[in-house]
């Protein structure tokens, strides 16, 4: 039997997991056991990394990086046909996947909960959409799959605007914390709400002008964002959470109520839940990006459908 597979993403974490590595494994080995390791060098290397081992007979492949790296191995098991189980170590920078699953941080820690825990299938959300290429393709998500304000959000913080407000801190978590806080703030007044088209299951399709439209497998997107509060990874549904086009100032003074889940009650929310839902621009001219798990991965038009029981999860 071909021991568990590490899919380590060294640039995690603004590249602080490089530096971390030797003592995490240090810490796996200690806590959890032998294992094989493989570094990513790109982008979608860890979805491609993660097919191949499970197509060879990897029974667990585990995850070493950020929410983004979950979502490639996560991909690339899902992608596989096969019952590879997906575990986590965590080593990134929001770690929003993990805090519904209620994984630790620390690497000691994650490595005896990857030890000691048990496997449970998850529910997964899958995409058909355009990616950049203007091609369609299919993904995965696992965690929460979005577009509005947080795709332009991230859109922002790549370019490297917000980090031009943000001073060294001494930390690298530290300063892309706050990065994304800044490039939320600044999108925040500089963004239109956007204009769209969407059916949930077989309900009419609805115009709808808005600032934000989640849909969530699990709780929390952002860096601990709590948007789906009462998202559940087995349900078979997936939940729907759209925000109206508020001001700049309502959303702001209202931001805590996000991280606290208390913005379900709110006049400009709403909260429903569905198998499928299928969304388009009003406007064809004017693309609408789309956000899986963290990652920029295309635009408008896209069907989001749930996947009941579809990835064995160590937790």
Excluded at 86 to 105: C, K, W, Y
Excluded at 172 to 193: D, M
């Amino acid at each position: 039997m071909s021991l568990p597979l590490v899919i380590v993403n060294p640039a995690s974490a603004d590249g602080a997991t490089r530096t971390a590595w030797p003592k995490i494994a240090s810490d796996l080995r200690r806590h959890f056991g032998p294992f094989s390791v493989a570094m990513t060098e790109a982008p979608g290397q860890g979805r491609r990394l993660a097919a191949e081992a499970a197509k060879q007979g990897t029974k667990l492949i585990i995850a070493c990086g950020g929410d983004g790296t979950i979502s490639e191995v996560a991909n690339g098991i899902l992608e596989s046909n096969k019952e590879a189980e997906l575990g986590i170590l965590p080593s990134g920078t929001g770690g929003d996947f993990r805090r519904t699953l209620r994984l630790p941080a620390k690497a000691a820690a994650a490595a005896r909960a990857l030890r000691d825990g048990r496997t449970r299938l998850i529910d997964a959300g899958r995409v058909i959409l355009f990616n950049d290429e203007g091609e369609r393709e299919t993904r995965f998500f696992v965690n929460v799959a979005s577009f509005g304000m947080s795709t332009a959000v991230l859109e922002r913080q790549r370019s490297g605007d917000a980090k031009n407000w943000v001073p060294w801190f001494g930390s690298r978590k530290i300063g892309s914390k706050l990065a994304y806080v800044a490039a939320t703030v600044q999108t925040t007044f500089a963004s239109a709400p956007i204009e769209v088209y969407v059916q949930l299951d077989d309900q009419a399709e609805r115009r709808l002008r808005l600032a934000e439209l989640a849909i969530a497998n699990a709780r929390y997107y952002g860096g601990a964002m709590k948007i789906a509060p009462d998202a559940k990874l087995d349900d078979g549904f997936l939940d729907v959470v759209t925000i109206g086009a508020a001001g700049a100032f309502r959303i702001l003074a209202n931001s805590p109520r996000l991280y606290f889940g208390a913005h379900l009650g709110m006049d400009d929310v709403n909260h429903a839940l569905a198998k499928q839902i299928v969304a388009r621009a009003v406007k064809k001219d004017e693309p609408v990006a789309v956000e899986l798990d963290g990652e920029l991965v295309g635009r408008l038009p896209a069907t989001f459908q749930v996947v009941p029981g579809a990835l064995r999860v160590r937790s």
